[in-house]
């Protein structure tokens, strides 16, 4: 394989390191980077990315390639230019008619509702307090998702408002006189309220740069070969260790005074005071008016959406398809005294057959659907199959006229089933 750029090969270093994986599993498989007239030496990118290079010699290939990234974005930051990179909330998106850049020119109307944000967020109102009201205000986002405390945090608390960039979770500051650095972008608050803003909340960005940011730990996180497939293992861990079966699927169906419903999102919660049993309740700070007891939600829920699993998965037949690179394995498998490359090529191909195979089981549990299997599956899977079939579950408030006590009634517990 011939790169004319090493910079346009592969953005990410963990795609960098998959495409080295790739040409190692061929004898003659290499890669030569015309920009700098040089072969790269893929098995041992390979040997780096499983932490085996003791001499270190090839080991710097892979820093030194995110270092040229990150010059790049240092260069652009000096000289005060935004760095391209997605839109913030705020600022206008790239116009190529005009060579209007990305993030550079405010957008009136998203600007006055951030500057209004970090208002409330300088004069000490709460961070879900600010989110309700963006909420309310039915502002829409950049990706069009909800607004959440973390959103609004990362975007109040971003330098950009004042013109400071951060690279690595450090200041960009000039080499001679060490001050920030000044974007040219048009700017929305003052770097003395910035600053009052970080003090407030430094998760996101940190300008000391002594505490390491969710980017950082982001990106180095990412580095690494599998990364995903961790972040897959992750994920179900999570699930796994989650308490409540319909936690995400439930939405409050209280009635707002214009026949809209709230909507929002339903969590559980354990028993405590007088509520005697575990309670899914409305998360909305304005509203938390709906609640109802898990175990019956649960049963309720279950029950219909086993009856719609049998329908329409009862016929399926399972996925068997083989893992496509079995052959190649059975070769690695045969070799006699492997070489330190096979190994490591044997190693990550059996990884990927075990994440082949969890992935196919995840899809076959649908496969012949009966509702007896449902007892013997753990909550992740219950999720699993149960996201095939269920849209949503909205929950309406109980009536006036029934007591506290009064008996759960499944008819105030609407099932929205996934379109076939
Ligand atoms: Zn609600």
Known sequence: MIAVEEERLARLQRDHLLLCRALAMDDGGCLYLVDKEQLVDVTAEMAAAHGESPRGTRQGESDRMSRRRLRSVRDHVYEGRGTGGPRRFGWYGPDVATGRSTNTILDPRESVHLRSAIDMALAGTSWTAITDWLTEKSVPTVRGSRWTVA??????TNPAVCGYRMVSGELARHRDSGRPVVGTWQTVATPEEWLRLVERCGRWHSP??????YKQDQSSRSIRPGAAERARKRIEA?????KYLL?????CGFPGEDGSKCGCKMGGQPARGTNKHPSYRCVAAKCRKVGRRTDLVDAHVAAVALGA?????GDTEPDETAFPAEERLAELRAVQNPTEPTRMQLHDLEQDRADFHARQEDRNLLARFRRDRWAAF??????LVLAAVVQSVV???VPKNRTRNAPFDPDLIEVVL???
Not at 208 to 213: E, I
Not at 309 to 313: D, K, P
Not at 378 to 383: A, F, L, S, V
């Open 247 to 251: 936690s995400g699927f439930l939405l």
């Open 418 to 420: 996934k379109a076939r």
């Open 309 to 313: 699993l049998e329908e329409r998965y």
């Open 208 to 213: 000391g740069g002594h505490r390491s940011t």
């Open 151 to 156: 959103t609004v945090q990362s975007m109040v």
């Open 238 to 242: 999570v699930d796994l260790g989650r």
């Open 395 to 397: 929950i309406r408030p």
């Open 378 to 383: 753990d909550i992740r899977q219950k999720r």
